[in-house]
């Protein structure tokens, strides 16, 4: 079975600085695939980045990256230049060889303020 | 863009009653999910299914019949709706199994 771990239950950041969210995953397959998604406050939920287990590159998308460390089971989610709109919850999440759906963590809450 | 459509918006049930959540996707896409969401468990897959008319058990299927009538449908069905099945239903769509999924609004399930 597999498990997604965000320790941080919320974060709050000023305007235009960097955060950094912390996850933790387990899986027992050797090739996996790691999301990141991004909760409104209005419920809807939004597709970030993502991260194949088997690319050693970290994945970066506009001011969204990812700070993978395969052998520490984490996946690190990095926002520059944070905006007020960035406010939300995060939630990593991974899927294994199978496609058989995703297992998400609890998600962070991110607040940013001016 | 991809368009997840979920109906009803939110929906009061009584227990023991029967609740059909319906989904609909424009997309053209295989694959499609049910998740649901409470606080403190975060999003949890209960079906999913990768083609029409077949359908398989997620994590947490107990309780929940799917139903994949054609590409673009999936329908959660709640036989005898319980009190631990209130929570917010998300439906999403994939075009691979492991692509990314874009979900719909949610539905907001209150069983009384």
């Known amino acids: 079975a597999q498990k997604v771990t965000q320790t941080q239950t919320s974060i709050s950041v000023m305007e235009k600085t960097t955060v950094t969210m912390d996850c933790v995953y387990e899986t027992q397959d050797s090739s996996y695939f790691l999301f990141w998604y991004k909760q409104t406050a209005s419920g809807e939920i939004v597709f970030l980045i993502r991260q194949d287990s088997y690319k050693k590159e970290n994945a970066t998308v506009g001011h969204y990256s990812l700070n993978f460390q395969k052998p520490k089971s984490s996946i690190g989610l990095i926002i520059t230049a944070t905006q007020i709109e960035d406010s939300a919850v995060y939630f990593c999440a991974i899927m294994n060889n199978y496609a058989q759906g995703l297992t998400f963590g609890l998600g962070t809450r991110v607040s940013v303020f001016p | 863009e991809a368009a997840v459509t979920q109906s009803p918006r939110s929906k009061v049930a009584v227990t023991g009653g029967k609740v059909t959540l319906s989904c609909h996707q424009t997309n053209n896409h295989d694959y499609m999910y049910w998740y649901r969401q409470d606080t403190g468990h975060g999003l949890r897959l209960i079906h999913y299914s990768y083609v029409a008319d077949s359908t398989e058990k997620g994590d947490i299927p107990d309780g929940y019949k799917a139903s994949r009538p054609s590409q673009e449908n999936f329908s959660l069905i709640l036989e005898l709706a319980s009190l631990s099945q209130t929570a917010v239903y998300f439906c999403?769509?994939?075009?691979?199994?492991?692509?990314?999924?874009?979900f719909g609004p949610g539905t907001r399930l209150t069983v009384l």
């Open positions: 999403a769509s994939s075009s691979q199994g492991y692509a990314e999924q874009f």
